[in-house]
């Protein structure tokens, strides 16, 4: 079950985003795994593993980032991100809930064409695999 996995890879963080509309991976200074929808960013994780870092809902930014393992992301607090610096400290599934849920923020901030390009979110297939 991934409620009992704690933390989470690069490599998971790939194969959870990879299959949403519009996702793009890249590798940006040097050796952060970048996933962007649109061209823009929402979650950062070095390759090598350890924190991550995503935007978050702006009432959940505080509540968040006083939680124990979890701190406003350095550069990126402004807009609301977070950095998860002790991620073994929440379950995979937790932190795949933060995740998709930043995707939906930054996908919602993209045009409306290109959110109708991008087809529906969440995509009602989404559970058959």
């Known amino acids: ?6 933390g989470i890879t690069p490599a998971q963080l790939e194969k959870l985003c990879g299959s949403w509309p519009g996702v793009t991976r890249d590798i940006k200074w040097g050796a ?3 996933m962007s929808v649109g061209g823009k960013m929402f979650a950062v994780m070095p390759t090598e593993g ?9 009432e959940r930014f505080l509540e968040l980032s006083d939680q ?3 701190i406003a992301a350095p550069y990126l607090a402004r807009a ?4 998860v610096v002790e991620p073994k400290r929440f379950s995979t599934a937790e932190l795949s809930d ?3 849920t930043a995707y939906g923020l930054i ?9 109708a390009e991008l087809g529906e979110w969440p995509p009602s297939k989404e559970r058959k695999k």
């Open 1 to 6: 079950m991934a409620t009992a996995s704690k």
């Open 32 to 34: 952060d795994l970048v």
């Open 50 to 58: 350890g924190r991550i870092s995503f935007k978050v809902e702006d």
């Open 68 to 70: 124990p393992g979890m």
């Open 80 to 83: 609301r991100w977070i950095s």
């Open 98 to 100: 933060l995740i998709r």
């Open 107 to 115: 996908r919602a901030k993209l045009t409306k064409k290109l959110q």
